[in-house]
């Protein structure tokens, strides 16, 4: 990364949530208790299904695999911003940065890929159910999962090269929460045309086709409902997307708000309130779907933590 005036250059400084110093305190407990929340309500997904031997299906596979990145996924970014919210402090190193950046887009297209494979798991069963177990086998499991983790490297790999290719003057201020790859190309004091483009462009293709791939699963899926003649077919049927449906909902909904909270009002402050939704909430409420809307995961968690009871 080159920087102006041949001056070395060791961190950029996080506008953060809010400058105001009473909000702090507020803003950290609130903010480490939605974390601590994520991440235990995730674990015990990931334990529930782990536990369970009526869960060892491809469906609760892809489930589990979710939450652990759903983990990950806030462990990028909330822990570094509690540590500075605790110690009032506004800088991160651009090696900090950089990872950050790095694991953040991958995890993030890993939660794309993975719902989208999700939708395709559903599509199969419901609409191929006595060809289920030998497509979904857990080979085909396993290597589709892999292919989502090779790309999503790859794909991340291209934007820090890019990023690292850019000048940044001195003291440069991100106005978020955290590093982003489109906060960076803005911040930038040199050209930064062609990495916007390759951006936008290879952006673009992660998520047309897996959207692409959740709407022809589920227009096939309500294909095949019509075409049921019993009502509880269709209702039993359906009822095992309902929760897939909710978070894809919950997933792109807060999606397109930060796309169009930057493109339409240009605040940083309006898209910074619209990422907390996607990067917090989304992740945190992912549990709660599952177990509330899913007869099996909620039986299975009873179980997981009548265990728990018992041993203590």
Known sequence: MKVENHTVLSQFLLVGLSEDPELQPI?????LSMYLVTVLGNLLIILAVSSDSHLHTSMYFFLSNLSLIDICFTSTIIPKMLVNIHAHNKEISYLECFTEVYFFMIFVGMDDM?????AYDRFVS???PLKYTVIMNPRHCVLLVLICWLIMLCFSLIHILLVKQLTFSIGTEIPHFFCEVVQLFKVASSDALIGIIVMYVSTALVIVFP?????????????????????????KAFSTCGSHLCVVSLFYGTGLGVYL?????????GSTIASVMYTVVT?????F???LRNKDVKGALGRLLSRAASCS
């Open 27 to 31: 803003l950290f407990g609130l903010f």
């Open 114 to 118: 993975l719902l989208t494979i999700m």
């Open 126 to 128: 419901i609409c191929y």
């Open 211 to 235: 959207v692409t791939g959740i709407l022809y699963s589920y227009s096939q899926i309500v294909s095949t409902l019509m075409r049921m003649s019993s009502s509880l077919s269709k209702y």
């Open 261 to 269: 909270s930057s493109a339409v009002v240009h605040s940083p402050q």
């Open 283 to 287: 992740p945190m409420l992912n549990p």
């Open 289 to 291: 779907i599952y177990s």
